[in-house]
């Protein structure tokens, strides 16, 4: 049996909680709080977005324990193989691929449209074409390709870099939303006055709530980069559970912050029916000038690098995994000869979220609303794993390396899953408030279908490793039972 290629135990325990905190706020938390108003009020999208962490806190219970027991790069990828075998693992594999990459493309591509807004001479030069309506600039494209291009070499150099560089992104952008809310909060004629009414007078506050509930695993995707990164952690793989709560919490707040400053600016119906391309940037321009928007800029900078960073450190740590499982070609597995970093999947990653640019913002969005339906697939794995590693009590099948009682831990994994097929059902289902576009509809059939071909291609390939050589592949143990279903 060939030796595992490992990676390096270099990542500390706060530059993770960075990780998956700052992978979770996005460009989103700055640029959408006006379009989530519009839809919701802004009580309807505090207490939705204070519900979908609780949902969230509930699935990360099962990262917790899995994290703890399998500390190994690929994540759900692993998770899935543990529970229903080698075909599962490529199906969920294949989903979180997509959606990595995808967030990673839209993030380099808001960085682009953050400059669009603050320096619009400078972007509209070089015009190309449009897309689904969309004008496409010359300019966009390189500053998008620039960032990509950055942050895939800090990654090559090493994650103790990327790690570092995350925590102090991540340090910053707080700071700022703090600013912001506070210097908001204090200015005449701006305060909890203009919050009301709290939700729209259109719809009920239930399914005013619902929708940004809908859209929980897109907003608080991130938190699941930190199985992404548990060989590198450089601290016991018990604290995984506290650091993933942690982030969650600290993302719904920063949320709930950028909503409240944005609606406290001026009555928020009214900035909302002004209709501006980003209705945050240009009310509190409005309201505090150059220096409130310096800080709004800076946040989402800071908002922008660490989902790119984030992002890239999975994308590549899940490549690497499935390379090393012999699903993927060899070459995604090969490290770096001077800096022993994956940087064989870091490069494909920045390639491939490179091309996003000259598609155009409209069509990239279509992409990352299917990409939910891959990270929520993801989410029921690691449920579905937990569920089954929980027991109620010590029976012939227990296995201390892989089981542990705890009937309320298998009673939240099971309420994990439910919550997982809910978030599902909301994207799939037709009328719900997050239903997928024709679009989004179009592009998850075509990876669906790459997937299909892809599988079948390597199906004899990959169903002729021995079991015991799967389990060391892909969880470091020969002794690690795995089922294995093909």
């Known amino acids: 049996m060939e030796e595992r290629t490992t990676l390096k135990k270099s990542l500390k325990a706060h530059w993770v909680w960075a990780i998956a905190l700052g992978s979770s706020i996005g460009w989103g938390a700055f640029v959408q709080p006006t379009t989530w108003m519009s839809a919701a009020g802004p009580m309807g999208v505090i207490i939705g977005f204070g519900i979908g962490a609780l949902l969230m806190m509930l699935i990360a219970v099962s990262y917790g324990f899995l994290i703890k027991s399998f500390p190994v790069s690929g994540g759900e990828f692993a998770y899935a193989f543990i529970s229903l075998g080698r075909t599962h693992a490529f199906i969920s594999g294949w989903f979180l691929t997509l959606g990595y990459i995808c967030i990673v493309a839209l993030n380099a591509s808001a960085f682009a449209l953050m400059f669009k807004f603050v320096f619009p001479a400078l972007i509209e030069n070089l015009p190309l074409y449009q897309v689904a309506g969309w004008d496409v600039y010359g300019m966009e494209i390189i500053i998008a390709s620039v960032a990509l291009g950055t942050f895939g070499y800090f990654n090559v150099r090493g994650t103790g870099l990327s790690g570092r560089m995350q925590f102090i992104f991540c340090s910053i952008m707080i700071l700022s939303i703090v600013a912001i809310t506070f210097m908001v909060g204090g200015q005449p004629g701006a305060g909890l006055s203009n919050v009301q009414p709290f939700f729209p007078t259109e719809t009920t506050a239930f399914a005013a709530i619902i929708s940004i ?274």
Not at 263 to 274: F, K, N, R, S, Y
Not at 318 to 339: G, N
Not at 358 to 384: H, K, N
């Open 213 to 486: 509930v809908a859209i929980a695993p897109w907003a608080y995707v991130g938190f699941d980069n930190v199985p992404q990164a548990a060989e590198e952690f450089h601290f016991s793989s018990k604290k995984a559970f506290s650091l993933i709560i942690l982030a969650i919490f600290f993302a719904a707040v920063l949320y709930s912050l950028m909503i409240i400053a944005t609606a406290m600016i001026q009555p928020w119906q009214g900035l909302v029916a002004e209709s501006h391309v980003w209705g945050t940037g240009a009310a509190i321009q409005e309201l505090l000038g150059t220096m409130g928007l310096v800080l709004l800029v800076t946040a989402l900078t800071m908002g922008v690098f660490t989902g790119l960073n984030g992002f890239i450190i999975s994308s590549s740590r899940l490549l690497f995994a499935m390379s090393r499982a012999k699903i993927l070609p060899e070459v995604f597995s090969k490290l770096h000869p001077k800096y022993k970093t994956p940087y064989v999947g870091i490069i494909f990653t920045v390639v491939v979220s490179a091309f996003a640019p000259w598609f155009g913002r409209e069509a990239l969005l279509w992409v990352v609303d299917m990409s939910s339906v891959g990270v929520t697939i993801a989410y029921f794995y690691t449920c579905y794993t937990a569920f089954t590693l929980f027991k109620t009590k010590k029976d012939k099948s227990f296995d201390p390396k892989r089981h542990a009682v705890s009937p309320f831990k298998k009673t939240v994994s099971a309420v994990g899953m439910l919550a997982s097929l809910v978030f599902l059902a909301l994207l799939l289902i037709p009328g719900s408030p997050a239903f997928l576009g024709i679009q989004s509809r179009i592009a998850l059939a075509a990876w669906i279908g790459l997937g299909v071909i892809f599988y079948f291609a390597k199906r004899t390939e990959f169903n002729k490793i021995p079991k015991e050589e799967l389990n060391y592949l892909i969880l470091g143990s020969k002794k690690i039972e795995a089922k294995n279903r093909s």
